[in-house]
């Protein structure tokens, strides 16, 4: 191929990729930011409790969300949580709201000082720690009342590791107790604001 032809042909290819580009370019949309507040209930042991997200979209098929957690025999924040959802498909009308489904990730990590728990569920006047992280998986929809609000629900299966249902003893040297590990249900349901 001779020199004139290879330009040709070359410009001929970025031709073809120059309307591709703009297309992308329209369609990539800026990062949009949320915030929720959630109430949710785990089968570890723990009270239901609430937290409350803050979310980043940055685009129309994933959005992560760091949160604290609120728990209410603590009367504190005594955890985080780490929260990413995955959408499965574009959003559909219906009746001139946006039904948005998804999959879901969500960890949580939770650190409570309670009274002790002996065994037999016998409480002492010895306030302890109690750690318990927990992942789970699941599914849930997002439907939106307006454009910048809407509400969720999820529902999803999981580990936990230390749980206050079945606690351990004490450990001797730092006093934190962890209790054992299982597997459970997540329910939660929630309202977000965009912005």
Not at 16 to 36: C, D, G, R
Not at 41 to 52: D, K, L, R, W
Not at 74 to 80: A, D, P
Not at 109 to 118: A, C, F, P, Q, V
Request: charged letters at 20%.
């Amino acid at each position: 191929m001779n020199p004139m032809n290879r330009h040709l042909f070359i410009l001929f290819i970025l031709i073809q990729f120059i309307p591709n580009l703009i297309i992308a370019q329209k369609q990539t949309k800026e990062t949009l930011y949320s915030v929720e507040f959630n109430e949710f209930y785990t089968s570890s042991g723990f009270a239901a409790g609430s937290e409350i997200y803050f979310t980043v979209i940055p685009d129309s098929k994933k959005s992560i969300s760091l949160g604290l957690y609120y728990c209410p025999e603590s009367k504190s924040i005594t955890g985080i949580t780490i929260h990413h959802e995955r959408y499965l498909k574009t959003a559909f009308k219906l009746k001139s709201n946006r039904i948005n489904p998804y999959a879901f990730y969500n960890l949580i990590y939770r650190r409570t000082k309670m009274t002790e728990l002996l065994p037999g569920n016998m409480e002492s006047d010895k306030k302890v720690t109690y750690k318990s992280m927990e992942h789970h998986i699941g599914m849930g929809t997002q439907i939106y009342l307006r454009k910048n609000v809407f509400v969720k629900g999820e529902l999803g299966y999981g580990l936990y590791i230390g749980s206050i249902k079945k606690a351990s003893g004490p450990d001797p040297i730092t006093g934190e107790i962890y209790g054992k590990t299982g597997f459970g249900f997540i329910s939660k349901i929630g309202i977000g604001f965009i912005f």
